[in-house]
């Protein structure tokens, strides 16, 4: 049995780092196992322009240093201008640009209404590259909660795909059997993130027993038969499939609350479930690709030459159940089940 696993330095490709004393307190629990994240702009206000960009990725490194590399996205708003989505991308300030259906998610109030609104900028980033990110459920009131994604699919991503030749898209967080078919039917210009959280929980966990608000997160999980399909892929070796863990911190009072915040916190213990899962998958050595090398593979970016090593423990793992932050407390996201797999050695870059 393999009892320890170096792999290239992980990098998540979806990330939320918040700000300010939020920011200050949750970001090394990032830095500490991964060497690169795509950040999420959706702050308050949101991260629209390259100038915002530029300067919210300094305040990140006043907090990481140069061990962690921020690889920032702007977030799409119907008066997104092309010629600065561009020019921020050849600065090299950002890396992606995110795409939030108005009224989708946390802070997506800003978002995209009428997605002919933004065919100008799609246009642009598909001609100079820059791949788009993107929040795939629907919003429209009529459309149930568990069926959000399955619509934005057809409703919404592949009519934008089909008008825009050559845009390179990321369906972010899937929860669904359809996502995980779509992009299996789709070239490569479509790649789909897999978050810690949804290969570990459905919505039973969720609402069997009490509601338990640490497991609320968008898109919401789904039925057992979606998670096993999201493991399936995550493990198949399918290099469109990468991680991206989502991980949303939210201060425990918002989480707890009778309106509580949408986001799961699993920046620290994320490579101890995920060798768990892979290991149980029977699939350890898909590891690798799922959290190394298949995004770097879609963001054209050379795969790290730092390593981590996972170590197999006799005890289980310990790790905070809260991360104590200025912005108050934020509870690590409860896999339910002892894990097993630590990561030993840090980094040397
Ligand atoms: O659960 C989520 N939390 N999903 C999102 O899309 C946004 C995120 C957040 O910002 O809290
Ligand atoms: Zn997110």
Sequence with gaps: MTQSLTLPRPDDWHLHLRDGA????????????FARAIIMPN?????????????????????????????????????TDPADVVAAHKAGIITAVKLYPAGATTNSASGVRDFDR????????????????????????AVDIFDREAVFID???????????????????ITTSEAVAYVQSQPADLGATITTHHLVINRNHILVGGIKPHYYCLPVAKREAHRLALVQAATSGDARFFLGTDSAPHADDAKESACGCAGCFTATNTMSILAQIFEEAGALDKLEGFASRNGPGFYR????????????????????????????????????????WQVRQEATS
């Design 22 to 33: 939020m920011l200050a307190g949750i970001a090394p629990e990032s830095a500490r196992h």
């Design 43 to 79: 702050l308050v206000p949101p991260v629209v322009t390259g100038a915002q960009a530029a300067a919210y990725r300094d305040r990140i490194l006043a907090v990481t240093g140069t061990g962690f590399t921020p690889l920032m996205t702007l977030y799409l708003t119907e008066a």
């Design 301 to 340: 970016l050379p795969v790290n030459s730092a390593t981590i090593t996972l170590e197999k423990t006799p005890e289980p793992v310990t790790y905070p159940a809260k991360i104590e932050t200025g912005a108050g407390q934020v509870t690590v996201f409860d896999p339910g089940f002892p894990l097993y």
């Design 155 to 173: 409703r919404v991503l592949d009519p934008i795909r089909r008008k825009t030749p050559g845009l390179r898209v990321v369906m972010e967080h």
């Design 118 to 141: 933004v065919r100008a900028v799609l246009e642009a980033m598909a001609e100079a590259g820059i791949p788009l990110c993107t929040h795939g459920e629907v919003t429209d009131h």
